[in-house]
């Protein structure tokens, strides 16, 4: 029955509202198989079986903004902070592409010490070392000059989730200091420069109904991203949020799925969120649509500061079994890590 409102969604790209809180909210089980289906399909006619990888570096966990949900906000005094310099990012990358990665993610709070005179010989940098890899970066809401300077310097994507599409919603996740408004302007800023630009939400944030999810799925119609990042809400002990529950695997899955089918050249990677609900959250997340995985690169000496949520992966972990482990288990599924860009297609050269 509603699985026709798949073949719907695949052909048109687009739902209504009632029909998208079909897909989000029912317990057919031939719908969700047929949705789960035709996302693989899609994925797979766009990517083949690849994989690919992207190396997350976490500069800082130094933030100026007091994001509810997030274990490295300001008022959070029980964090040991830190910053990586120029050299410890140098040394990451370098490591990273022994091991073969052509993609380097610097995430960090919003930290004023990184000004564009420090990013921007950084990023130089990296891309002297590493001409042939790119840069994301996802160091929040910055200056539209900001971002065009950081794009100069070589950055080539850029991270900025939306958190939800929902006005009021965003207002109970975050301060009154902070607007939906303006993360849309950034977003539409970092568009504009020619980053390949990635938003998204979290699943199941405390507040969230079934409309604000819909809501997210017509800003990602409409603003048409490269990348989207899709993970369930995880609880932290130090926040305001530490008594709600952990948003849900399935409906994360689901997400994962209808937007491979909105937008099929998508770049959607299988969260560090979702593989933390799941023990197999990473596979799952591929077998729904997902096409990308952020192995972490930071150095292991300040990995557990780097706690947005509790349960994240801070083990220090040896990279190369680490790649091994993930190989194994991804081969175990049909699908290959592949070393490559793995760029948005309409930005492959
Ligand atoms: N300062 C940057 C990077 C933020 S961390 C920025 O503003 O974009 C990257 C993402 O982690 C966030 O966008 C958010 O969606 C996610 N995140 C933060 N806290 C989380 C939590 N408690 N559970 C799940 N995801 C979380």
Redesign the pocket.
Known sequence: MSAQLVDQLRAERHLTDAQYEILLTTQDAQTLSALRRAAVEVQKKQFGNKVYLRGLIELTNY?K?N?L???IRRGNANVQRYRLTEDDVLACCKAGTELGFQTFVL????DGFFTDARLVPMIRRIKEIAPHCAVTL????RSHESYALLREAGADRY???H?TADPDHYSLLHPAEMTLAHRIKCLQSLKALGYQTGC???VG?PHQTIAHLIADLRFIEQFQPEMV?I??????HD?P?RAYPA?SADLTLRLLSIVRLILPQVLLPSTT?LGTLLPDGLEQGVLAGANVIMPNLTPCAVRSSYL??DGKDTAAKDTVDLLEERSRRFAAIGYEIVHQRGDAPAFCV
């Open positions: 933030c903004n994001c949900y997030c274990g995430q960090g709070g919003e996802s160091l929040g809401e991270l900025l989730r958190e998204g939400m979290m944030s990042g993970g369930p809400f995880m609880p932290h926040t949020f948003g969120a947005l949520y």
